[in-house]
């Protein structure tokens, strides 16, 4: 049994990491605000504008001159993965279950025989697939430095991958993120942005006959590099509302866990002590029997 | 009472603005200035970079924006914007280091023709604004 001292400074141990966990519960509670605020403020954007690209997708008339964006490059052989992941750790299952699902579908692309490229977006997710798929992350983004999720981060990944697609370096794009549902709940997320799947929602086709200007092509080209910069920004923003309510579920277990132990201890403590003085006392009562 | 519409600018971050008492509404369409009224058709364009201006029962208001799409539809105006700014709000440093950025893209040797239309649209209205 471990001397009361070693027990003591355990506890005491204990004591000091459950405030450490306390204090990133309340930080990342306090954060979690913030982020739904900010993704429910960043719905009405993407909404429009996938509304609008549906109307104007459904007007054009000729599916062969539509930009690429939209009708993909006729292949489907190299497919490029995006995937979001936080930049600190500490947030329970989040990085790992966006990891996951990744990697399921890397294999099923594997199997399939089509080539892979990844760019990671986040250091966390980096760390857990370079070791597997190292030779495939063609780019590794970071935004460390930037406070809150902001639209310029989202249009510089945008950029890349708009740029990597003009290159006719890949035909299918994916992106990879946490939808937040709830702070206990955060569903991995598959999505395809490059072409675009414009099949989703028919139930407004209402035939809205729309003036252009200038024609819908030219609307469409401009629209279409948006729309990914759009889509990666609302990803952006689940995923940063997803890591701190995964945190923060992660950081209350942490909290009762470190409670649990600091009675578990405590019982052993005082345990042993009692065991210590019953022991100290028998000592005495014999010596003085045996005078 | 009956030739107001309304508008709603939103860009990423937020509903930028929401108005219902709006008169006419001028924005710099990329063929040209677009004034809209009431019971404008429908119609779809996209934004350079310019001036909006609303006329609304309030007052006037005027917005700086680099790029965007509009959309009008049973009257009500939309706007998406990556970048807008109220012209009141607007301080005189941020308006040089915006006219700085804007030099800076327009003098750059690889700028395709298009982005170097859009880059000096931007440095004459941010000129023209000071």
Known sequence: MASLDDLKKRITSVKSTQKITKAMKMVAAAKLKRAQDSAEKGRPYSEKMNNIILNLSSGISDKETAPKLLSGSGKEQVHLCVVLTSDRGLCGGFNSNIIKKAKSYFAKLNKEGKELKIITVGSKGNDQLKRVYGNKIIENISFKNSKNTNYFDAEKV????????????????????????????????????????????????????????PDEDEILSNLLPKNIS????????????????????AMDNATRNAGEMVDKLTIEYNRSRQAAITKELIEIISGAESL | ?????????????????????????????????????????????????????????????????????????????????????????????????????????????EISDQLKYLADQKVETIKSIN
């Open chain 1, 158 to 213: 945008g950029k890349i991958i708009i740029e990597k697609f003009q290159k006719e370096e890949f035909d299918i794009c994916t992106i990879f993120y946490n939808q937040f549902k709830n702070v206990i709940t955060q569903i991995p997320q598959a999505q395809q942005i490059i072409p675009l799947n414009t099949k989703s929602d028919d139930q407004n086709n209402s035939e809205d006959s729309y003036e252009f200007e």
């Open chain 2, 1 to 109: 009472m009956s030739d107001e519409f309304k508008i709603e600018i939103v860009n990423p971050e937020k509903s930028f603005l929401s108005k219902e008492d709006v008169n006419e509404v001028v924005v710099p369409a990329f063929e040209g200035e677009m004034g809209i009224l009431k019971d404008h058709i429908t119609i779809i364009s996209f934004l350079k970079p310019g001036i909006i201006t609303i006329q609304a029962k309030s007052g006037e208001e005027k917005y700086y924006v680099e790029d965007g799409i509009i959309e009008f539809k049973n009257n009500t105006l939309s706007i998406l914007t990556s970048y807008i700014l109220n012209l009141k709000d607007i301080e005189k440093n941020k308006l040089q280091e915006l006219l700085k950025n804007a030099e800076e893209e327009s003098n750059k040797p």
């Open chain 1, 230 to 249: 759009t889509q990666i920004f609302k990803a952006m923003l689940e995923n940063s509302a997803s890591e701190q309510g995964a945190r923060m579920s």
